[in-house]
């Protein structure tokens, strides 16, 4: 792969649904970037720390996004290699390679819990993750956590829950869109009770790039809308545009059950994001897009 003599950002996970869809926008933006860990993308494996310092001094970012993902089914082994050990790697690379530049390590939702009924969760909230994967992310935020505290430019961008053309059945609204395409009648939905903050992936880009070029940045951000909806609503979306119906199958509430998660954006749009697509196109736009091949980043 021909690199630029010196790129503007690294987006790690250049395959996967957000980092294709980080690129895609900072290449409208005319953004100088480069992709790794993908097919045509620059190879790079953040558990070889020797191999990463090699790639940080070639490339020379002065944003670099480590948006790379797990595959469906991953065991909380892998998850904890790909999400902790390779963000723990790469911040240490970063260091050791004398780079002066910023680290966008992506959170997850997962790693809050249940926000409060009345609002959504905020970056100073205490985690307490209900899952392998939110407690894994969770350590993933502290590392970067410690290493801003030793003075690296690190930010946590806390992503909830996306939609929108490129996602692969592995996330609920591409799940429901292949039942729907493989001729389901209805559309049986579990947990339909359970509420989530959707935001489109394009618009997820455009927050991180916000988030990237911010000149002070706050060590944790939501990328989020602060609207919940219930999942029932996402799939009624779904069926109407398919053509079909849906029976929604509530599900008990629970502390122990991640049943209500929304975040709250003021952090995001204090640095003047807002999100431009709305819900219903973000749906519109992935049925027509008809599913995705992307495999994990």
Do not use: H
């Given at each position: 792969?021909?690199?630029?003599?010196?790129?503007?950002?690294?987006?790690?996970?250049?395959?996967?649904?957000?980092?294709?869809a980080l690129l895609a926008q900072l290449a409208a933006a005319g953004v100088p970037a480069v992709g790794a860990r993908g097919p045509g993308a620059l190879p790079l494996d953040l558990l070889d720390r020797p191999a990463l310092k090699r790639v940080l001094r070639q490339v020379r970012p002065r944003r670099i996004v480590n948006a790379a993902g797990h595959p469906p089914g991953a065991s909380d082994e892998e998850m904890r290699r790909i999400h902790l050990e390779g963000s723990r790697n790469l911040l240490a690379a970063q260091e050791e390679s004398g780079l002066a530049c910023r680290t966008?390590?992506?959170?997850?939702?997962?790693e809050y819990g249940n926000s409060p009924e009345n609002v959504g969760s905020g970056e100073d909230d205490p985690p307490h993750p209900?899952?392998?994967?939110?407690?894994?992310?969770?350590?993933?935020?502290?590392?970067?956590?410690?290493?801003?505290s030793r003075g690296a430019d690190v930010v946590i961008a806390r992503v909830f829950n996306t939609t929108g053309p490129g996602q692969g059945k592995h996330l609920l609204?591409?799940?429901l869109l292949d039942r729907l395409a493989r001729g389901e009648r209805p559309l049986r939905v579990e947990q339909s009770n359970f509420v989530r903050d959707w935001l489109d992936i394009r618009d997820t880009a455009r927050a991180l790039v916000r988030i990237g070029?911010?000149?002070?940045?706050?060590?944790?951000?939501?990328?989020?809308?602060g609207e919940g909806r219930p999942v029932e609503e996402l799939a009624r979306a779904l069926a109407k545009l398919a053509g079909g119906r849906v029976e929604p199958m509530p599900a008990a509430i629970s502390a122990e059950v991640l049943w209500r998660?929304?975040?709250?954006?003021d952090r995001l749009?204090?640095?003047?994001?807002?999100?431009?697509?709305?819900?219903?196109r973000s749906l519109r736009d992935q049925w027509l897009a008809g599913g995705s091949t992307r495999r994990p980043a």
């Open positions: 792969m021909t690199l630029p003599p010196v790129s503007s950002w690294l987006v790690i996970g250049a395959n996967g649904f957000l980092g294709s966008i390590l992506l959170g997850s939702a997962a209900l899952s392998a994967y939110g407690r894994i992310k969770a350590r993933q935020s502290e590392a970067g956590l410690d290493a801003r609204a591409g799940a070029e911010a000149v002070a940045t706050p060590a944790v951000v939501n990328v989020c809308t998660s929304v975040g709250r954006p749009w204090s640095l003047g994001w807002r999100p431009e697509v709305p819900f219903e």
